[in-house]
């Protein structure tokens, strides 16, 4: 008699719980016992205490101020660095090297040369020479360009960021040597993430460095925009992959009924961490650290099976670097465990999704952060005016800034009970807000610095920021203490674009300050001129009520509700005017991003209805029809209404999609108001069946087995 409960799914779930902790091997010391993280940290990163140590004193020197000043490196200088790293890479296994570029995919990308070469008699030697360390050439016609070049234009070159160590990434049978790396086309064109985001760290750095002249800071030569990317993912059993192809090729469940309990009792957020999962995150940890990222905090999240991992403050390209180490390291680390990462931004309806709060905040050559309160009132006006300045930035382009967190994905999250509404507003805090109400009053008007933020009882802040400023978990931009946290990031996207998109609106709005600075001759007047003129983006309230969207309407700040939307805020007058005035973007460039994000958005939401199709047709009818043959009066009746409304809700899908228009932005908009509609209109009546039919015959991991049963 065949047994009803051995079916895939069945045998996926009893893999999943059976999967015991799985061990690893730890870096250790010379006695064998688990190693300090401090002693291992960075081992495989080329970083600058092993260029000290390889380089020539002179050689060391003029590579730091290349760092320094931004300059491309000299001949000289690379063939010492690139002699010094291949001979420490060779010692370390390594036995290839590739340029490590981000393109517009939102993913990495690597092409590896041996380091093999030939003497002049014919012998096998190891080469890298400085001008294969510079520049490399991958094929550039299969890399988004949103229509900047031709299929056929096929030369692009990527050229090594200095500012980015190299580093070493493990192969299953050898090493590679990693060169972070830009990438552009033949004519010069950015084709990537990397080039945009260091340009905006340019755009940072001299207007902020003018500021702080203005207000009299001595010794500042550098400002540079530091980031702190928090990542959030959910992991669930692999074995459940090979019976969801949603979520190994979309990345989220297009059809599950809920479970009947989700994150209902907020029990798993900050819970103890399961024993599986924290063999999972101890190795994760142990990679990064390996590779110089300086994974900080991890924790259970309040939705079952999501848990996150946050670093240290870095220097905006590095980080942007380390996140997608991170969430490489993530999938890799997790295949090893039997687990399954999901970086989507909502794998699972009816719970939390998923984002990416990018800290951001700025800190000059002598490692002081602009934005933190400080000891004494010069040190506060500099708080004051840099806090003034980003208000100013973020005010005048909140549509640059919510276009930056666009994508199919993150609709699902903005505007839902765990992320961000898709207006874009800042967040200060009663305390804050009432010294940027008084000094916008103009009270401090004509007095001596000293005086003034004496008056305001702002002599001092590090209480306000640490104290008596609370979170507000609904705002998108929010003051966190010392740092703004842009929270509507989604979990899944490389944070160079949001983070290029932020630091281009704030030297926008330090240039600003800059020029009212000269026009007033007063600091705290063209301050105060800053903090009134951006009122209407402040909003310390709740984001998610319906009044605070009737308000903002009403402030003439911009609620660009989906993708599409958004995106085009992105090519207005204003938004082009930003980008290349400040020399981050030509007007090709900003467009072309447009273009690949439109498209991106297009082929996403098409994949989505095509696995939904292809699953009801698949393994949801042919379910229902089996469970037909042995249902009783009552459920065959309830059975057969839901089959009959699920096959015209299926129909009705089909039949929109034989008709989809052409025209990537007229297609966008289309797909944003009448097909998913339809497809999730076909959704509900697919999990409708769900909850109907037996469980012995339901082909597909449900969400209380994805969610809860995952193994110890």
């Known amino acids: 008699m065949e047994d009803p409960l051995a079916t895939p799914r069945y045998a996926a779930v009893s893999a999943a719980l059976s999967r015991g902790v799985r061990t690893f091997t730890r870096p250790s010391d010379a006695q064998g016992r688990p190693a300090r993280i401090s002693a291992y940290f960075g081992s495989k990163v080329f970083g600058s205490d092993r260029m000290r140590e390889r380089l020539p004193p002179e050689i060391f020197r003029r590579w730091v101020a290349i760092v320094e000043q931004g300059a491309r490196p000299e001949r000289s200088v690379a063939d010492a660095i690139a002699h010094a790293v291949k001979e ?3 010692e370390q296994g390594a036995t290839h090297f590739c340029h490590w570029f981000h393109p517009m995919t939102g993913l990495t990308a690597e092409k590896h040369d041996s380091f093999l070469a030939f003497d002049g008699t014919g012998r096998a030697i190891e080469k890298f020479t400085g001008s294969m360390l510079i520049q490399s050439e991958p094929d550039a016609s299969s890399f988004p360009s949103g229509g900047m070049r031709s299929t056929f234009e096929a030369r692009g070159y990527t050229s090594w960021d200095p500012t980015s160590p190299m580093f070493l990434m493990d192969t299953p049978n050898g090493r590679t040597l990693c060169i972070p790396s830009a990438f552009i ?21 001299h207007a902020a460095t003018k500021l702080l002249q203005l207000l009299g800071e001595q010794g500042v030569s550098r400002v540079t925009p530091t980031v702190g990317p928090e990542q959030e993912y959910f992991l669930v059993d692999r074995g459940y ?51 110089g990222v300086s994974a900080k905090t991890r924790h259970n999240e309040v939705a079952p099976s999501q848990f996150e991992l946050a670093p240290i403050f870095a220097e905006a390209n590095l980080a942007a670097d380390h996140n997608q180490l991170v969430m490489s390291t993530l999938r890799t680390v997790a295949a090893r465990h039997d687990l399954a990462v999901l970086l989507h931004e909502k794998p699972f309806a009816g719970v939390n999704g998923s984002g990416k709060h990018l800290n951001w905040s700025m800190a000059d050559n002598r490692g002081v952060n602009l934005l933190e309160p400080g000891h004494d009132p010069h040190q506060n006006l500099v708080f004051l005016a840099s ?19 666009a994508s199919y994905g993150n609709d699902f999250r903005l505007g839902a009970n765990e992320a961000p509404p898709a207006i874009i507003s800042v967040f200060l805090g009663d305390t804050l807000t009432q010294i940027v109400e008084d000094v916008a009053a103009g009270k401090v008007n004509n007095k001596p610095t000293g005086q003034a933020m004496l008056e305001l009882g702002i002599s001092r802040l590090p209480t306000i920021a640490q104290d008596n400023t609370d979170r507000n978990r609904t705002s998108p931009f929010a003051f966190t203490g010392n740092k703004f946290e842009f929270r509507a990031v989604g979990a899944s996207a490389s944070i160079s674009w949001p983070a290029t998109c932020l630091n281009t609106a704030v030297a926008d709005g330090i240039e600003l300050l800059c020029q009212k600075i000269a026009e007033k001759g007063d600091i705290m007047e063209a301050v105060a001129w800053a903090f009134n003129a951006s009122r209407a983006v402040r909003f310390d309230g709740n984001n998610y009520s319906q009044e605070w969207v009737v308000e903002a309407e009403g402030r003439g700040l911009p609620h660009a509700r989906n993708t599409p ?64 043959a042995n249902a009783g009066v009552w459920r065959r009746a309830k059975l057969e209404a839901a089959l009959g409304s699920l096959i015209g809700k299926r129909e009705a899908l089909a039949e929109l999609v034989a008709d989809a228009p052409a025209g990537e932005h007229t297609k966008a908009a289309w797909l944003s108001s009448t097909l998913i509609p339809a497809f999730f209109a076909l959704r509900d009546a697919a999990d409708a069946v769900e909850e109907l039919a037996a469980d012995n015959i339901w082909p597909l991991p449900k969400y209380y087995e994805l969610l809860f049963l995952n193994g110890n």
């Open 565 to 628: 939307a958004a995106l085009d805020l992105l090519i207005t007058p204003s938004a082009t005017e930003l980008f290349t005035s400040k020399k981050v973007l030509t007007e090709p460039e900003l467009h072309a991003r447009y273009e690949v994000k439109l498209d991106q958005y297009n082929k996403r939401v098409e994949i989505e209805v095509d696995l939904l199709l292809r699953l009801v047709d698949g393994s949801v009818i042919p379910a229902v029809e089996r469970d037909l």
């Open 387 to 405: 806090i003034a300045a980003v208000m100013l930035g973020v005010h005048r382009h909140a549509g640059v800034l919510r276009a930056a967190i």
């Open 185 to 205: 086309g033949y004519h010069g064109q950015a084709l990537d993430e990397k080039a945009p985001l260091l340009r905006s760290m340019d755009a940072v750095n």
């Open 241 to 291: 992959l090979a019976l969801r192809p949603d979520l190994a090729i979309a990345g989220r469940s297009v059809l599950g009924a809920r479970a009947p309990k989700g994150q209902s009792l907020e029990d798993h957020y900050f819970g103890s961490i399961p024993a599986r999962v924290l063999s999972f995150m101890e190795e994760v940890e142990t990679e990064l650290y390996l590779l």
């Open 88 to 90: 420490w890479a060779v």
